[in-house]
């Protein structure tokens, strides 16, 4: 700081005049942002920019990460052209879409390489995570816990700005959800274009408890809530202040999406009361942010999510499909005791044909095909019954009976689908009983006719 007291003035006009052969060493610039209504202001800007950088001797990266310009909508001087500005003797390339901090904005403000950036990543990292873990050992809670802090931490960077995508909240969350869905088809083995036939039971048997396009909900309702405690200086806070009525504008949006998830949503002034947060320290703000998610975003959101799984499963129980007679179990959390068990890979196959087999009522075997699962086979290859599902396997073929014996024992004679197919069970034992049951049956059925299981 000492360049801007008056004695250092001097010292500054010194430096300056002989920069030319006291910085004999050139530095780069870091990453630098315009926001400019007109070329002839760009083109004045790189000009200051450029004279800088050849006096104190900065340079800007060349090439591939060399000035590119973004023009979003019509130029007001459309006269001018890119043709004739230059940075540090670069000519800044006309690009259709930029990264900024990581977020990709397009020239069209449609948002869509943010949506698909946001997707891929979802859907890969996750994939790659259900994989790795798989593999050294760990079972479905740790994976569940690392994929909500580590995956959808890292995927859903910058996803706030999606409140202002071009198709929509309701597009976006679908297709947010629907990357979710994939990655709790691979937990369960299930490939990506063989359909469950159910989002929810999926996320149930996963205990992905919070779907995508809440979390996204849930940082666009906080990141609005930042923004307002800014100080009234802060650029960024000018700026909203000078948008927030416009109709198009992201402050807009967003409300608009908080109140499409509740109309009970309160912006953090009408929860706290006030409306000028100048006065408050930075813990405080803190304080008082945390205050909002504990009692007002995430109670709202939480009772969505409930909801909506409540909602879709009471469906499915009406439909007959799944055992999902004893909802709140499906729909707790897994335990911490639970969250790093060993699974090895026999008892992760046996689990993931149980719960397949829970949610599509099938032999969870794939078909050729590998769209659908084999629901009914004409003839049974080992007794000779005519048209036969998992109900004959799990409960009548007499080929079977080896598999049935133990669960026969512990329930004492019974072995009937729905109970042998329902979450809660008396013991570990004859849950793992009931898991085996399903698994061995479908497993022999799947050698017999030389197919997959999931
Ligand atoms: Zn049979």
């Known amino acids: 700081m000492w360049l801007w007291h008056s004695a250092g003035v001097d010292k500054v006009s010194y430096v ?46 060349g090439g591939r990460k060399g ?12 006269q001018m052209s890119p043709q004739n500005i230059t940075l540090c003797g670069e000519q800044p390339v006309k690009v259709e879409q930029v990264k900024v901090l990581g977020t990709i904005i397009d020239d069209q403000l449609t948002l869509e390489a943010q949506l698909c950036a946001v997707l891929s990543t979802l859907q890969s990292e996750g994939i790659r995570l259900v994989t790795g873990m798989t593999a050294a050992g760990f ?75 809440t979390i996204l909900a849930q940082r666009v309702v906080m990141t609005r809530a930042r923004l307002a405690l800014l100080p009234r200086s802060h650029p960024t806070r000018v700026a909203v202040r000078a948008a927030q009525h416009l109709p198009a504008s992201w402050w807009q949006h967003a409300r608009v999406l908080m109140l499409s998830i509740s109309s009970e949503f309160s912006e953090i002034w009408e929860f706290a009361g006030a409306s000028d947060f100048d006065n408050l320290t930075k813990q405080e703000k803190t304080k008082l942010l945390q205050a909002y998610l504990n009692s007002c975003v995430t109670p709202l959101l939480r009772l969505l999510e409930e909801q909506w799984f409540q909602q879709q499963l009471q469906h499915m129980i009406s439909e007959a499909i799944v055992p999902y007679n004893h909802l709140d179990h499906v729909l707790l959390p897994w335990q911490p005791n639970e969250r790093w068990q060993t699974w090895p890979p026999t008892f992760w196959n046996m689990v993931r044909i149980w719960k397949v087999a829970r949610i599509v009522c099938a032999l969870p075997i794939l078909t050729h095909e590998g769209s659908k699962f084999l629901s009914l086979l004409a003839t049974c290859p080992f007794c000779g019954d005519v048209v036969v599902g998992i109900r004959h396997f799990v409960e009548q073929c007499v080929h079977m009976q080896d598999i049935r014996s133990s669960v026969f024992r512990l329930m004492g004679g019974s072995c009937e689908l729905s109970m042998i197919l329902c979450q809660s069970s008396a013991s570990v034992e004859i849950f793992t009983a009931k898991v085996k049951l399903v698994a061995g049956a479908t497993s022999r059925v799947a050698q017999y006719l030389q197919l997959d299981t999931v």
């Open 67 to 78: 000035p590119r310009v973004l023009q979003v909508g019509p130029m007001c001087d459309s």
């Open 139 to 213: 079972g479905l809670p740790a994976i569940a816990s690392q994929f909500s802090t580590r995956v959808v931490a890292k995927a859903m960077h910058g996803c706030e700005l999606l409140a202002s995508h071009v198709d929509g909240f309701t597009k976006v969350s679908s297709r947010l959800n629907h990357a979710h869905y994939i990655v709790a088809k691979a937990c369960l083995g299930v490939p990506p274009t063989t359909s469950l036939g159910s989002y929810v039971a999926a996320f149930a048997e996963c205990r992905f408890l919070t779907r995508a396009s």
């Open 16 to 61: 300056e005049s002989t920069a030319q052969s006291f910085m004999p060493y050139q530095q780069f610039v870091d990453d630098g942002f315009l926001l400019c209504l007109h070329w002839n202001d760009l083109s004045c800007a790189n000009q200051v920019i450029t004279e800088a950088c050849h006096l104190w001797r900065h340079k800007f990266a």
